[in-house]
């Protein structure tokens, strides 16, 4: 699922997104771990992972994860209110251009990670 880009969109209104959703405000590294646990003990087979802990050198908006199974997919994970930045959205734009499975994912979002993990 393509998240739509908002240019107008303030940050007073992604914190405000934030604070409706409720229970779903989650830490983006809470969040991180959700999608990680199902990906490896509830998918079945399980997916394989990988994601740069220490990204000095690295290009700047490389999506958080790379999962792979039977397919490749690069996975962004955003809190609720959380923007995905200008050099994020370049990277995006180029992995989907060269044919890349993209996806952003929020906590929101659980029951469109599982069917695209299951």
Same mark, same amino acid.
């Given at each position: 699922?393509?998240?739509?880009?908002?240019?107008?969109? /303030?940050?007073?209104?992604?914190?405000?997104?934030?604070?409706?959703?409720?229970?779903? /405000?989650?830490?983006?590294?809470? =969040?991180?771990?959700?999608? +990680?646990?199902?990906?490896?003990?509830?998918?079945?087979?399980? =997916?394989?992972?990988?994601?740069?802990?220490?990204?000095?050198?690295?290009?700047?908006?490389?999506?958080?994860?790379?999962?792979?199974?039977?397919?490749?997919?690069?996975?962004? +994970?955003?809190?609720?209110?959380?923007?995905?930045?200008?050099?994020?959205?370049?990277?995006?734009?180029?992995?989907? /251009?060269?044919?890349?499975?993209?996806?952003? =994912?929020?906590?929101?979002?659980?029951?469109?990670?599982?069917?695209?993990?299951?």
């Amino acid at each position: 699922m393509t998240e739509p880009r908002l240019p107008g969109f /303030a940050r007073a209104q992604r914190q405000a997104l934030a604070r409706a959703a409720g229970p779903l /405000a989650e830490s983006e590294d809470d =969040w991180t771990r959700w999608v +990680l646990d199902y990906a490896t003990r509830v998918a079945r087979p399980a =997916w394989e992972h990988y994601h740069t802990r220490n990204s000095r050198g690295s290009r700047a908006g490389f999506p958080d994860w790379v999962l792979w199974r039977e397919r490749v997919i690069f996975v962004e +994970l955003k809190s609720e209110g959380g923007r995905v930045k200008r050099e994020q959205w370049a990277v995006i734009d180029g992995l989907r /251009a060269a044919g890349a499975e993209v996806h952003i =994912w929020r906590p929101s979002m659980r029951a469109t990670v599982a069917e695209v993990l299951r």
